[in-house]
């Protein structure tokens, strides 16, 4: 398995993994997105490769901190594709989740999974995070 950094290339697979978790995106919105973010230093998308062929991606993102003397990071998207499930794909990106926010001095790395992915929940748990507040959102336009 390879993990890199995630190229405008991906961007067909990387919509299919999202769908696989729910967010079915416009025709070209992620290839768009991924140019956007390509040189942003505060978020870095990831994939992991077996034989060529991409079975897993991550979003990582770097928040800038007042009240501490640090960032933190924030896992957006975390998903490994519904054939390649158990084979450490999702450990390996979240690794390097924690790899790469270490080497930034994060103290923290932050995620949100849906209630209803109790399955990505036990795997949360058994990487070391714990439940912490109650999150709420607020749609605009």
Not at 51 to 75: C, K, R, T, W
Request: hydrophobic fraction near 45%.
């Amino acid at each position: 398995m390879n993990i890199r950094k995630a190229e405008v290339k991906d961007a067909e697979v990387i919509e299919r993994l999202l769908e696989q978790l729910g967010y079915p995106t416009e025709n070209g919105l992620v290839a768009r997105r991924l140019s956007l973010l390509a040189n942003n230093d505060e978020h870095l998308d990831a994939v992991v490769e077996m034989e060529n062929e991409v079975f897993g991606f991550m979003s990582l993102h770097f928040i800038p901190q007042i009240a501490f003397d640090a960032e933190y990071a924030v896992i957006s998207y975390l998903v490994v594709d519904d054939k390649a499930r158990s084979l450490g794909i999702g450990k390996i990106l979240e690794e390097y989740a924690v790899e790469i926010a270490a080497k930034r001095g994060c103290k923290r790395i932050f995620l949100h999974s849906n209630a209803r992915r109790t399955d990505a929940h036990r795997f949360y748990l058994r990487q070391g995070y714990q439940e912490y507040a109650k999150a709420f959102v607020k749609y605009l336009g």
